[in-house]
């Protein structure tokens, strides 16, 4: 397993579109997740998406087992890896929260996103995925399928004067948690 780079706002790759993932269980596969955790565990990340580290597949990992340092008031969502995601909202609901964006270091914004939807999908063992969420959980699977289509969350803030440098804007949050 490897740390790998994440790649940063501004670098070209970020703004593809992924491409579905073909095979399941494949010791590449399993090769490519095993990094995509531990780099996201190395920041703390609350999720990542493949094209954050330059791979052009439809494949996003998020959540965690236990406390976050980078979202201190945050419920737990499950460790999940998902495969060629499908997001469907459930309703007219929006609702705006702060992001982060590990391809977006240092900075956070308000985006409004739907408050509950159904996400289908696959594991990385082509195990089919089908939940219907809300809430933080909902917010982190849309803010990582976004990573698929080639959008990054300040695309989606509407309101910039919401939108500045976490230290300023939580300085309880430290240097150190953020990324
Ligand atoms: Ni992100």
Known sequence: MTVR???KMGDARLLRVAEPVQAFDTPQLHALIA???????AVNGAGLAAPQIGVNLQLVIFGSDAFNPRYPNRPVVPKTVLINPVITPLGANEEEDWEGCLSVPGLRGV??????IRYTGFDEKGQPIDRTVDGFH?????????HLIGKLYPMRVCDLTRFGF????FPEISAAEDD
């Not at 909902?138 to 976004?146: I, K």
């Not at 976490?166 to 804007?169: N, S």
């Open 138 to 146: 909902a917010r982190v699977v849309q803010h990582e399928c976004d």
């Open 111 to 116: 985006v409004p996103r739907w408050s509950r």
């Open 35 to 41: 990094d995509m955790r531990e780099t996201m565990a």
């Open 166 to 169: 976490t230290e300023v804007l």
């Open 5 to 7: 780079d994440i790649l």
